[in-house]
């Protein structure tokens, strides 16, 4: 995940003034990455020229009947289980409403008997947030508006594209449990991983592949929930944090001021900083929802379920767990290297016997998510022992190791033909002597306890040495004449 | 369904439905509806305790296809159906509001 945010804002204090504590519940839904639509056959692919993956059943001609998809089926329970929900016979159900987003004037969802119910998910700091549901339904059409600037309450007409109407989502329907924007931010980077790990879907926000709306309300501490907002249009991390505290303090200003929230839906502007309200018809949502008459229930068997749980592979919790109990580091600092697949990499570089500190920090600050495809463990576990050993220097193994990733190299060969050798103790010890002669002053001032001279000798070692010379090894022998 | 349908019943579905009734067809349809949801208590009076609800008239479930992809349809043969089009889309009145 390239999309990383600044925020301070600790869990569980959201940062807010008076005393306001925010409560946020989140809707995803993500799109199953099946070959087909859900109830045909049509394409299942982003980017085609508009109207060429359509049928008879995703145009809602009549006479068409639709029929599950098997993959986007076990896909939609494979992210249940993932997710620890119970799995329950379920049903479809027809959400009957006008919008030309879909032909048929009713989407193919679920209502009282979703497929998954009940579940949760671990933040890296152990945090669970509950799940109420996942259920199976299919996506709309994509209208796009033109006339008036593009913009939707000024548009002169819409054109409508229904290469997307009938592709299988999930949506997952989160407990309001999460409190801080920050909090917020995890859910959705977990969740993703999750999602990512289990092979369902490419979970992208900036491409609409997994969408995240958000509900969002106020109270005081201990006060029951406040009227809630629903944000809409966040497409990155970024816009999911800055749109909840931006929506929090519009609703304290609201309050504060002795109005009250009113309950809508709200769209969150990148550009401007801020939610707005569109202009919609005052209608409470009647969806007239009724099971699906083309459709049967699903039902899975044991013997299904556990195909499923078999397919499962280790989530990026447990994942965090094994990598920080092997480098004595917490599961919140291992979360980067699970994050960014340099997990199974690490771990074996640590098996086979690096110095897990050294591991951690080159995982973290040296490697990029797609680098250790190249990477071999035992060599890179090698590097780390030439470095601790006091063969390289921190700087020297850092370039060794990009030349690694490059060429899948080997370290010894690397440095050697770079010249790296560790240098004799000697010849640094005569450097450090030649150093000590060249600013007398600076030594007396060292002498007398001064270490901010400390940067002057190791400065002129660094560059008679084309900064080859290890930092620490100098400072040491500094020291150590110093003490005569 | 114990109650009978109302006129403002009838007056909010034909909303939803997007039907414009007139006060004469609101009369009329609310007096048929009526006549449909008596004809409903008739099984509603059934005795129907010991029988689980189901959702389907069949008794059949797990009906899925192979995830494989089939051929579309032609787009020109699609758009032609339509009233309106442009640029290889369907043109439709300016949509006003949000998607539900
Ligand atoms: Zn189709």
Known sequence: ?484 | MSDPISRDDVAHVADLARLRLTDDELDHFTEQLAAVLEHARDVEALDVADVAPTAHPFELSNITRPDEVRPSLDRDEVLGQAPSTEAGQFRVPPVLGEAP
């Open chain 1, 1 to 484: 995940m390239t999309d990383t945010t600044t925020t301070d804002l600790a869990a569980p204090d959201a940062g807010l003034p008076g005393g306001w504590q925010m409560v946020i519940g989140l809707e995803v839904h993500c799109e199953l990455s099946t070959a087909t639509k859900l109830f045909c056959g049509c394409p299942n692919q982003f980017g085609s020229e508009p109207n060429t993956n359509v049928c008879p059943v995703c145009l809602g001609l009549p006479g068409s009947l639709p029929v599950a998809n098997d993959a986007a089926v076990t896909y939609a329970m494979r992210l249940g289980r993932a997710l620890h929900c119970e799995v329950k016979p379920s049903v479809f159900a027809r959400k009957n409403y006008f919008y030309p987003d879909q032909p048929k004037d009713y989407q193919i969802s679920q209502f009282d008997q979703p497929t998954n119910i009940e579940g949760w998910l671990e933040l890296p700091d152990g945090i669970r947030i509950g799940i109420e549901r996942a259920h199976i339904e299919e996506d709309t059409g994509k209208t796009s508006h033109v006339g008036g600037g593009g913009r939707i309450h000024e548009a002169g007409y819409s054109l409508v594209d229904y290469n997307r109407a009938g592709v299988p989502l999930v949506e997952i329907v989160g407990k309001a449990d999460l409190r801080t924007p920050e909090q917020a931010r995890q859910y959705v980077a977990e969740l993703r991983s999750i999602i990512l790990a289990i092979e369902v879907s490419d979970a992208k926000m900036e491409e609409g592949s997994m969408r995240v709306d958000a509900n969002v309300s106020v109270r005081k501490a201990d006060e029951p929930y406040g009227t809630r907002c629903e944000i809409k249009n966040l497409n990155s991390l970024r816009s999911l944090v800055r749109a909840l505290d931006y929506e929090a303090r519009r609703q304290i200003e609201l309050l504060e001021d002795g109005e009250r929230v009113i309950q809508q839906t709200r769209h969150w502007d990148e550009a401007d900083g801020r939610t707005h309200t569109l202009r919609s018809k005052e209608e409470a949502d009647d969806y007239r929802y009724f099971a699906e008459p083309d459709l049967v229930p699903l039902d899975p068997s044991a013997e299904t379920l556990a195909a499923i749980d078999a397919s499962i592979p280790t989530l990026p919790a447990d994942r965090r767990q094994a990598l920080a109990t092997a480098a004595g580091v917490t599961p919140v600092e291992a979360a980067m290297a699970v994050e960014r697949g340099l997990d199974d990499l690490a771990l074996a570089a640590i098996e086979a016997g690096a110095n897990p500190a050294r591991v951690m920090t080159h995982v973290e600050h040296n490697l990029a998510a797609d680098e250790a495809v190249r990477l071999d463990a035992a060599n890179f576990a090698g590097l780390v022992t030439m470095e601790t050993s006091g063969e390289l220097t921190a700087t020297q193994a850092k370039q060794v190791l990009a030349e690694m990733v490059e060429t899948g190299g080997e370290p010894g060969a690397i440095a050697a033909a770079r010249g790296f050798e560790a240098m004799e103790t000697g010849a640094l010890e005569s450097l450090v002597d030649e150093a000590i002669a060249a600013d007398p002053e600076a030594w007396a001032k060292f002498c007398a306890g001064d270490a901010k001279v400390t940067g002057a000798f190791v400065g002129y070692v660094m560059k008679a040495t084309k900064g080859q010379a290890d930092g620490k090894a100098v400072t040491e022998l500094l020291r150590r004449r110093a003490a005569g």
